[in-house]
């Protein structure tokens, strides 16, 4: 008897089939000669990226909860992004300290613009949270929680740069968090009573986070001694 994947497992081939360049443009990025000059930019954009992840949740969380009398599924994410949120808070502020480490000025990094590329990014998950359905942002955090590095990979980042590990807290944080995160993610939404095309906006916005994020690794790589 055919079994139909798992909602979690139909997320991630749809991830999959944009994986390839995000792992592309980061295996660029660890091997560029100049990856010392690229990692401070590195941390940077993601920093960009993170300082929205708490108010992404919060947005989404106010909407599940608003919608949540006659939605059962937005009355199923509400609580999962009002435990989530303080799983995530200050990792922003991780990212600041690295940099600070690199001898990058906290004022200069806040008051720097973020990228285009970014704002688009993080854009569109605003305008899926209140234009479509919160839903849609399961596939966002999907995508940032679900891969985490490699502690391979940040030795040979440590190696590559010369940088004391010190700078490299935020990644080695994440390797050691995000897979219950992704865990606990897959649980949830092999629960969701989504409708098709809630979980098609989802598929959609994580492979658009995919891409997105993949064009913002690539401004960084294109752009040394830029």
């Given at each position: 008897m055919h079994v139909a994947p798992a909602e979690g497992e139909r997320l991630r081939a749809a991830i999959a089939l944009l994986l390839p360049r995000l792992v592309n443009v980061g295996d660029r990025l660890l091997e560029h000669a100049d990856v010392r000059e690229l990692y401070p930019e590195y941390l940077f954009?993601?920093?960009?990226?993170?300082r929205a992840s708490v108010p992404l949740m919060e947005t989404a969380r106010d909407r599940a909860e608003m919608l949540a009398p006659d939605d059962p599924?937005?009355?199923a994410i509400a609580p999962y992004f009002e435990e989530h949120i303080p799983e995530e808070l200050d990792h922003d502020e991780w990212l600041l300290q690295d940099l600070e480490v690199l001898g990058r000025e906290r004022e200069a990094i806040?008051?720097?613009?973020?990228?285009?590329?970014v704002a688009a990014l993080v854009g569109a998950q605003y305008y899926w949270i209140h234009h479509y359905h919160p839903a849609g942002l399961l596939g966002y955090i999907?995508?940032?929680?679900?891969?985490?590095p490699a502690p391979e990979m940040i030795d040979r980042l440590v190696d590559r740069t010369g940088y004391s590990r010190d700078a490299f807290r935020t990644m080695i944080g994440h390797a050691e968090l995000d897979p219950g995160h992704r865990d606990?993610?897959?649980?949830?939404l092999d629960t969701l009573p989504l409708t098709r095309d809630?979980?098609?906006?989802?598929?959609?916005?994580?492979?658009?986070?995919?891409?997105?994020?993949?064009?913002?690794?690539?401004?960084?790589?294109?752009?040394?001694?830029?």
């Open positions: 954009t993601s920093h960009c990226v993170i599924v937005a009355a806040l008051t720097r613009p973020p990228s285009p590329t999907a995508v940032f929680e679900g891969y985490p606990e993610l897959d649980r949830l809630q979980a098609v906006v989802m598929r959609l916005s994580a492979m658009y986070s995919v891409d997105a994020f993949a064009r913002a690794l690539e401004e960084v790589v294109e752009g040394a001694r830029g």
